[in-house]
DNA sequence: CAATTTTAGTTGACTTTTGCAACTAATTTC
DNA sequence: GAAATTAGTTGCAAAAGTCAACTAAAATTG
């Protein structure tokens, strides 16, 4: 129906309220984590020999930015910028053990929050909510391949 | 499983890619508005006499964001600032016709888009969907009433 | 009811996030 | 080999968000 909140209204605002819990949550554990860093060292720790201009591809963002949210994550000593063997232009983020902890820290946060977060919701649920997800996913019609759904 | 994406990294990355496609095609059709524009003005359509206070408890914003963000809407003339007439320190934000039409415009391409992303989705589904979103925002255990699910 | 506390709004100063354009160096294309 | 493209970098500016101080009005309370 036409009057109730739009989907993206909903979904945007849901969002927003996991994530300060998230963010909350960190900053009860001691963990000086922003979510975009949280994301940038998740996608940095999948991918092996990531490009600066990989990440910005992926996330719809300007290269300039992430060029800096990576200096960030480099002074913080939880990646590395190395130069890429082949192609000289290039350059490869890489997690340092530090940051693989962090990493490793903040997901086990994030996993018992999501926990608390799906308090309720039956697996089928669940599943129907992740194919729902995975759907939009693939109707934005930007993302390479929902591998991981 | 621990080697899945978390349920907020996915959420989150939807939610950015929906957000773009809403964002372009609000330019494809001429209008200016960011997201938080869009989304203040259907809060200050859907509640009457609404406070910038009240506004910034909703969305867990500094009350000077949302008094600067209201400026700027003010200036677009989309807003009005109206003291209220029981307590002098407060402000009532109402939409202007022009707020209005701007945000049924909005509200109109928005449904548009939403439609276009759950292609394929079954109503059924949908239903699972919305069921879960409104579970997990029960369980950030900030929010009043979800009165609108 | 006068004194104190709280609340809503406002402003200033500051940091973070983001976007755009220009530039360099390396690689590809033609 | 020259021209176009690509990855990274930097400068500049706008937008978003935080924190603290201040004003005026209301609510509290002793």
Same mark, same amino acid.
């Given at each position: 129906?036409?009057?109730?909140?739009?989907?993206?209204?909903?979904?945007?605002? #849901?969002?927003?309220?996991?994530?300060?819990?998230?963010?909350?949550?960190?900053?009860?554990?001691?963990?000086?984590?922003?979510?975009?860093?949280?994301?940038?060292?998740?996608?940095?720790?999948?991918?092996?020999?990531?490009?600066?201009?990989?990440?910005?591809?992926?996330?719809?963002?300007?290269? &300039?930015?992430?060029?800096?949210? #990576?200096?960030?994550?480099? +002074?913080?000593?939880?990646?590395?910028?190395?130069?890429?063997?082949?192609?000289?232009?290039?350059?490869?983020?890489?997690?340092?053990? /530090?940051?693989?902890?962090?990493? +490793?820290?903040? /997901?086990?946060?994030?996993?018992?929050? &999501?926990?608390?977060?799906?308090?309720?919701?039956?697996?089928?649920?669940?599943?129907?909510?992740?194919?729902?997800? &995975?759907?939009?996913?693939?109707?934005?019609?930007?993302?390479?391949?929902? &591998?991981?759904?």
């Amino acid at each position: 129906m036409e009057t109730n909140k739009p989907l993206l209204y909903l979904l945007g605002q #849901t969002m927003n309220l996991a994530k300060l819990k998230l963010l909350a949550r960190f900053k009860e554990n001691g963990l000086e984590l922003s979510m975009e860093q949280f994301i940038m060292l998740h996608f940095i720790n999948e991918k092996e020999d990531l490009t600066q201009q990989d990440m910005a591809d992926h996330f719809f963002k300007d290269k &300039s930015l992430i060029m800096r949210q #990576t200096n960030v994550l480099i +002074e913080l000593r939880y990646v590395a910028r190395m130069q890429d063997k082949e192609d000289k232009r290039k350059k490869n983020l890489i997690l340092t053990k /530090k940051g693989y902890d962090v990493l +490793e820290f903040a /997901k086990n946060i994030s996993n018992q929050v &999501s926990h608390e977060l799906l308090n309720g919701v039956a697996p089928e649920e669940l599943l129907h909510f992740e194919n729902v997800i &995975s759907k939009i996913q693939e109707n934005t019609g930007q993302k390479d391949h929902p &591998s991981n759904c």
